[in-house]
């Protein structure tokens, strides 16, 4: 029997042990934190060995295979012990990926990836096809494989998810763009970090189809420092395209799978520019599915986003409140920014990750932003990035007075804006805990007073 350790015992890591098992492995979990209790009642049941609290080196370096989760890095002194002597360390979906027989979608990009993949799903599961949705979002797949498999598979990766694969071969692959992120984790080199999400296509053959973002420029470096097999299509907001999709005018236009469909802009129940960039990657993909002209549309009419991303929470005196606190780098942000005319009052700040804010200069000056709330422990950098660009400028470690301060500054028809350009964790547990805190601030206001 093939003995596997499992670093991690999250939502992935639950999964792949699950699989595992039923698979006839020899599974052991190991989590250096607290597992939580409903998982530890799902291990037992199933009766796998666990451990929490530590790592037991010698036994998890005798297994055959470790699956880590994506949240552990590469330089981790267990991981770097394990490819030391040679035991291999993979991904959950990597090792879910031996055991499905769908066809699987996958979506990789620094902006964009979850929207594109939660409409990808959409699309497909409104047109009636069998598909299931996994990765970096959702479920476990490896969890969901031990109960059904499905003809599709839409699956989110991230780069450090990619990292893991050896094998994983998807029958079509998105990258939606590449900008700077996480580049502690890739030894502040951008082009280690491009080389991770061009690891994505790396199994795919001639049979397949990779689909880009043709004004991206770090996404075509990508392409010329590790070229693919796949079949390239591309998606572009300026000029037309034989193979993908792009904007002409109000529509849609998307070619692919020796068809093409039209889609008016006003069909789509996201708004803005980037969404636009994600209604034509999902497209795309749903017409190489199979999907016709009318089960696309009928699919973006219906479809709604991810919370935490370009959410409305309420409109109140005329003031929409829109909470993208998903929103935690500077390319994430201009997109925010970019989605309204309207006047705004923006909430930003947090954990900087080395952000370049004067991307944003043009997206708030002339009065377009009244008002920035720097909402964080440490606001100098954002404070001296905007004087002088913006009339007002506040700051507070309290979302609840970052709210009311919103309703204050703004105005019938204005628009008061979370996109925190930043990471989350110095006030709050993770963007969704912020997202959650800013909904329950918003919620709880109350009319102004009229005079």
Not at 174 to 181: A, E, F
Not at 313 to 325: A, H, K, P, Q
Not at 368 to 376: D, F
Not at 426 to 447: H, I, P, T
């Amino acid at each position: 029997m093939k003995q596997l350790a499992i670093l991690g015992a999250g939502e992935s890591g639950l999964g792949a042990a699950l699989l595992a098992k039923r698979e006839g492995y020899g599974v052991w979990v190991s989590d250096l934190g607290t597992i939580a209790a409903e998982r530890k009642e799902a291990l037992q049941r199933a009766g796998i060995g666990f451990e929490e609290g530590m790592h037991d080196e010698k036994k998890i370096l005798s297994c055959d295979l470790i699956i880590k989760s994506p949240g552990i890095p590469d330089k981790a002194p267990l991981v770097k012990k394990a490819h030391e002597e040679g035991v291999p360390v993979i991904d959950e979906l990597e090792f879910a990926s031996r055991f499905s027989s769908g066809k699987v979608i996958a979506i990789t990009g620094t902006n964009g990836k979850t929207t594109t993949t939660l409409l990808t799903y959409h699309l497909l599961k409104e047109a009636g096809l069998d598909v299931g949705l996994a990765g970096n979002v959702g479920k476990s797949w490896a969890g969901q494989l031990v109960e059904k498999d499905h003809a599709w598979w839409v699956i989110e990766t991230s780069s450090f998810q990619i990292d893991g694969f050896e094998c994983f071969r998807p029958h079509i692959a998105m990258l939606t763009n590449i900008t700077p992120d996480h580049l502690d984790r890739y030894e502040y080199q951008l082009d280690n970090y491009i080389l991770s999400k061009m690891n994505l296509f790396k199994m795919m053959t001639s049979r397949d189809k990779a689909i880009f973002y043709k004004e991206d420029p770090l996404s075509q470096k990508g392409i010329q420092m590790k070229s693919s097999k796949a079949s390239a299509y591309w998606i572009s907001l300026q000029e037309k395209q034989e193979k993908g999709g792009y904007l002409d005018g109000d529509f849609l236009k998307i070619k692919a799978a020796h068809k093409s469909v039209k889609v008016p802009v006003n069909a789509l129940s996201i708004q803005g520019k980037h969404n636009i960039l994600n209604a034509l990657f999902a497209g795309t993909a749903a017409l190489m599915a199979g999907l016709t002209e009318e089960q696309m549309i009928e699919g973006f009419k219906t479809f709604k986003n991810a919370p935490h991303r370009m959410e409305l929470i309420r409109t109140l005196d005329g003031v929409r409140f829109v909470n993208d606190s998903k929103g935690t780098n500077v390319e994430s942000t201009y997109y925010a920014l970019g989605s309204y005319t309207d006047p705004m009052v923006w909430i930003a700040g947090g954990v900087d990750k080395g952000n370049d804010y004067s991307v944003l200069n043009d997206l708030v000056r002339d009065g377009k932003v009244k008002a920035l709330i720097c909402l964080g422990t440490d606001n100098e950098k954002l404070k001296k990035a905007f004087s002088g660009l913006i009339a007002e400028i506040r700051e507070t470690q309290d979302i609840r007075e970052a709210v009311s301060w919103g309703q204050e500054l703004a105005t019938e028809g204005e628009v008061v804006l979370l996109s925190p350009a930043c990471a989350s964790f110095d006030l709050f547990r993770n963007y969704e805990d912020r997202g959650e805190q800013f909904r329950a601030a918003v919620l709880g206001l109350k009319q102004k007073q009229s005079v």
